[in-house]
């Protein structure tokens, strides 16, 4: 006959049979948890010492790297949008950015030779004239002026909508500039004389000068060209969606556009 689980070797403890109760520690999932957080603990908190101290030695690295400048100019209170180097001899800089200001300065001290103020918005474009006579500084807003380096006066100003880019004439007195609008400036210094080129409706975002002066490339945000005729204000050629987006770069060479 089946006996179950016991057969006759089996032995029953009663409680006669007891001797002593030992309590075991509590060895349910919570310690088993506590265990295991303790050597992952462990384990990880090792790993991010080792973090840290690679951490350490990249900032260290960092820090330990030469500093080459021979002068830094810091009078702006954030980001510098621009600057541009005086093309003839580059003892003058100018510079402009978040804080709404515009500095000429000086790159053999870094000390300020006057300040082009006046601006409402981020100074996000400055540049010198090709001989270095005049500066233009221009903002977020629409706000462009000219001044004058010699007098170190304000010869000119102007408010557009939403300036985009600005740019002078690379062997004359002319100014050019792009609106958000889409729309086109030219004036000529330093009495001011305007021409205007209408857009198409998108922002133009980029623009490059032909080598022969005569002619202006200009790059729009619905990802086409125009070739403009800047004496005539006419366009010459225009290529619609050529790319999809925004023309960020034009390059013009002798006898070809290239895009980027």
């Not at 062997?171 to 857009?199: E, N, Q, V």
Request: charged fraction near 25%; include cysteine.
């Amino acid at each position: 006959m089946d006996d179950g689980p016991y057969d006759e070797t089996d032995q029953v403890i009663d409680d006669d049979d007891i001797v002593e109760f030992i309590e075991l520690e509590d060895q349910d999932g919570n310690d088993e948890e506590d265990e295991g957080a303790e050597i992952m603990g462990a384990s990880s908190g090792v790993r991010r010492d080792t973090e840290s101290d690679d951490d350490d030695d990249q900032l260290q690295a960092v820090n330990m790297v030469a500093d080459d400048a021979e002068i830094v100019f810091d009078k702006h209170a954030g980001s510098v949008f621009c600057c541009d180097l005086e093309p003839v001899n580059g003892k003058i800089a100018i510079s402009g950015g978040e804080d709404d200001r515009s500095f000429v300065w000086s790159t053999s001290d870094g000390s300020v030779l006057f300040e082009c103020t006046g601006h409402k918005d981020s100074v996000t474009c400055s540049s010198f004239s090709y001989d270095g006579k005049f500066v233009a500084t221009g903002d977020m807003s629409g706000v462009v002026q000219v001044w004058q380096i010699e007098s170190r006066s304000k010869l000119w100003s102007f408010e557009t909508s939403d300036l985009s880019w600005l740019q002078w004439h690379h062997s004359s007195h002319i100014l050019l500039a792009g609106t958000m609008d889409g729309d086109m400036w030219m004036w000529r210094m330093p009495d001011g004389d305007c021409k205007t080129f209408p857009g198409n409706g998108s922002p133009t975002d980029s623009a490059k000068l032909f080598p022969d002066g005569k002619r202006l490339a200009v790059g729009y945000g619905d990802g086409s060209i125009r070739i403009w005729d800047l004496k005539a204000a006419t366009t010459l050629h225009s290529v619609a969606g050529i790319i999809f987006g925004m023309l960020i770069s034009i390059v013009c060479e002798c006898c070809s556009v290239k895009i980027q």
